[in-house]
């Protein structure tokens, strides 16, 4: 943590506005990306992250610097997305958010087939969506963003054990039906 | 290893602790299945890898923040005063750990008290026992109880030297008792052969006091506390001598 962020932690938990503000415009996106994975629609992500932004200034005199603010605060986060979860009682959507697929397909992989590997990645985005919700969401903090099996267990209220197996059928899973799916393409 | 347990070291390979990733290494310079499976989920994860970096923060960097600060502006939340320094010192104090601490040693310090306070009583009981019938005698004036603090506080300069009733707490083994026949004597002699305006005794109604004012000295002192038997012999020397004289 950087000690700008720290000052305005400090700042903020004394009702400072202002740094408030500084603090999520510095953290927001992340929070998005992370609502997002768990979510699968743009709207809901930021309606989850906002709702978390004002439990954030609701509860920040709580926080008392014995854990990283940044995993304290996307914990916040994941539990506003399990409550959109069921409140709204579905499960992630099986599609991608247009707009973000839109950014997803756009995006240059630098590769020799472009079209391929947009195929690719809309076929590894949509595999990914179709994986049990545990697995999906380790799936998905771990290997799209970044997070340590260490910050998603204590995000999940699990284990890092667990964490690890639900990361190894996911990515078995995801693999597996990906080897299918080009055997298939072999044989047309 | 088998290859079952081996396949799980490959999909969690950038999970893998030096060991693991050794025992990887060597299996799958022998297996070529594995090696295979290895392969194909390095492609794979290249893939993930590169999914990973498309950009889907926010599009609109205002709109979160702005709906987030107007909510907290219209909502009644929870005021929070600038904090004091004193504010933040007290905060401090009531963390749990320190509360823990500072209780801690509230405890040993009572603990400490009353330990230490019980043991004085008992030495005052006891020294009280001991010397009970020589503090009655004192307070009736037959005798004089001095004790070494009362002698250096005299030698100092206070010239006081209390009877012991009012004091008897301070008594200890060091205690020297003075008849009070044989002060006067003292008294007689240092008025008749010293210097007259060297000692004044007075009895204080109050405090059952005798008070030495004006110019005794240290020497002269020691001689009156040393031990009543060498008062009378210092006393019969100076008889000695006034009777040469």
Redesign the interface.
């Known amino acids: 943590m950087t000690e700008q962020t720290q000052k305005l932690i400090w700042e903020s938990k004394n009702g400072n506005q202002r740094s408030f503000e500084q603090l999520i415009r510095q953290h927001q996106n992340y929070c998005f990306r992370i609502a997002f994975r768990i979510l699968l629609d743009e709207d809901e992500a930021k309606d989850a992250v906002q709702e978390s932004l004002i439990k954030l200034w609701k509860n920040l005199h709580k926080f008392d610097y014995s854990s990283k603010f940044t995993t304290w605060l996307y914990k916040i986060v994941f539990n506003s997305c399990m409550d959109k979860i069921k409140m709204n009682k579905r499960k992630a959507n099986n599609k991608l958010d247009n707009h973000i697929l839109d950014n997803i397909f756009d995006a240059d992989f630098s590769m020799q087939n472009n079209i391929e590997n947009k195929d690719m990645a809309s076929i590894i985005n949509e595999l990914t969506n179709q994986l049990d919700e545990k697995q999906r969401i380790v799936f998905t903090l771990r290997d799209f963003e970044s997070l340590s099996i260490n910050e998603i267990a204590e995000l999940m209220n699990s284990t890092e054990n667990t964490v690890k197996v639900n990361l190894f059928y996911a990515r078995k899973n995801i693999n597996k039906k990906l080897k299918k799916l080009k055997v298939e393409w072999g044989a047309s | 290893m088998k290859c079952e347990n081996i ?2 070291l490959i ?2 390979n950038n ?1 893998l602790n030096s060991e693991e990733k050794t025992v990887l290494k060597s299996h799958l310079a022998v297996c070529r299945n594995c090696r295979d499976l290895f392969d ?2 390095s492609e ?2 290249e ?13 609109d ?1 205002n ?3 702005e ?3 107007n ?3 219209t ?1 009644p ?7 004091s320094l004193l504010d933040r010192m007290i905060q401090i104090l009531l963390a749990p750990q320190v509360r823990f601490v500072l209780g801690s040693i509230l405890i040993v310090l009572t603990g400490l008290f009353i330990f230490t306070s019980v043991k004085d009583y008992n030495s005052i009981k006891d020294l009280e026992q001991k010397y009970n019938q020589e503090i009655y005698s004192a307070a009736g004036l037959d005798n004089l109880i001095i004790t070494q603090r009362e002698i250096f506080e005299t030698v100092s300069g206070l010239y006081n030297f209390v009877s012991g009733e009012d004091n008897y707490a301070d008594l200890s083994d060091d205690v020297i008792i003075i008849k009070k026949s044989t002060l006067n004597e003292l008294v007689k002699i240092y008025f008749e052969y010293g210097s007259a305006s060297l000692i004044n005794i007075e009895k204080q109604e109050f405090g059952n006091e005798f008070s030495f004012r004006d110019g005794i000295n240290k020497r002269e002192l020691e001689l009156i506390f040393k031990s009543n038997e060498h008062v009378l012999e210092e006393l019969e020397k100076l008889e000695k001598l006034n009777m040469g004289n």
């Open positions: 396949e799980k999909y969690l999970e194909e989920y794979t994860s893939i993930i890898n590169k999914l990973s970096m498309i950009d889907i923060g926010l599009s960097q709109e979160i923040a709906r987030v600060i909510s907290i502006n909502e939340l929870r005021y929070y005063p600038p904090v």
